[in-house]
């Protein structure tokens, strides 16, 4: 199996009677490179041919005569780019995975104390099955704004938010109020999340949804929980343990929804 490239240059001067509109939308077809950025390169200078290109799914276009260099830095520059986006939400614009990771290797490297909260909306997919996906989109889009609005309540620079997937959030945060932090968000998540549901549901206070069996079942509102990793000089050696007791504490806060359940 081959790797998908980070980014496709195609010179439109060797392609001799193939169209390079028809080419652009074969790579478009495949799967596998639907979303990778096209460059061409052309000896075409004229307004209208870099408009067409730019109106058909390419990304870039640079023109001949090509200084070699200038290529070079252009194709670094996107490749260093993309790599950045590819490790932020789409959804959110929050940092993802990979720099959740690096941030949490960085702390523990400077043996710096900290705590780690983890966040998780409880009876999310009940929601989904509800309201669709994209009503569930706008509650993860609200979610991340809660979290972002009371983790950095002291415009504390030293706090980092990232959202893992789904409806998982973490925060890394040094201000030693951070159950009260924790408190908020859930106060105001419980308040502004009845905003998503019909007048109805949030009158009966839970969801009906057939399972897979077609039997209706009931589910609460969706609410928060979150679960707390004290992360002190010496405690933790690497990142996957504290992943390990951070899984620990979720799983706590999952089944006493709206609480903070800290893990010292």
Do not use: W
Not at 5 to 31: F, Q
Not at 52 to 60: G, H, R, S, T
Not at 107 to 132: H, I, M, P, S
Not at 206 to 220: A, C, Q, S, T
């Amino acid at each position: 199996m081959l790797d998908i490239p980070s980014l496709i240059l195609i010179n439109e001067d060797n392609l001799e009677n193939n169209n390079i509109l028809e080419i652009c939308k074969m790579i478009r077809n495949n799967e596998d490179n639907s979303a990778t950025p096209i460059m061409v390169v052309t000896s075409d200078t004229s307004i209208e041919h870099e408009k067409e290109l730019l109106k058909n799914d390419i990304e870039y276009c640079i023109k001949k005569p090509l200084e070699k260099e200038i290529l070079f830095y252009t194709i670094k520059n996107i490749v260093n780019l993309l790599a950045i986006n590819r490790g932020i939400s789409p959804l959110t614009k929050l940092p993802g995975n990979i720099p959740i990771q690096a941030e949490l290797k960085k702390r523990l490297l400077k043996k710096q104390e900290f705590a780690v909260l983890y966040f998780d909306l409880d009876n999310f997919k009940a929601y989904n099955d509800t309201y669709g996906f994209l009503g569930g989109d706008e509650v993860i889009k609200q979610t991340a704004k809660i979290i972002i609005k009371n983790v950095n309540s002291n415009e504390d620079i030293h706090n980092f938010v990232g959202h893992i997937g789904g409806d998982d959030f973490v925060a890394l945060v040094t201000n030693e109020d951070y159950e009260e932090i924790c408190q908020k968000i859930i106060l105001e998540f419980d308040k502004k999340i009845l905003d998503y549901f019909s007048d109805e549901d949030v009158e009966k206070g839970y969801l009906e949804v057939p399972n897979r069996k077609g039997i209706i079942e009931e589910f609460p509102l969706i609410s928060i929980s979150v679960g707390i990793v004290e992360v002190s000089k010496g405690r933790f050696h690497n990142i996957l343990e504290i992943g390990e007791v951070g899984a620990q504490v979720k799983h706590l806060a999952k089944v006493t929804p709206r609480k903070c359940i800290r893990n010292k």
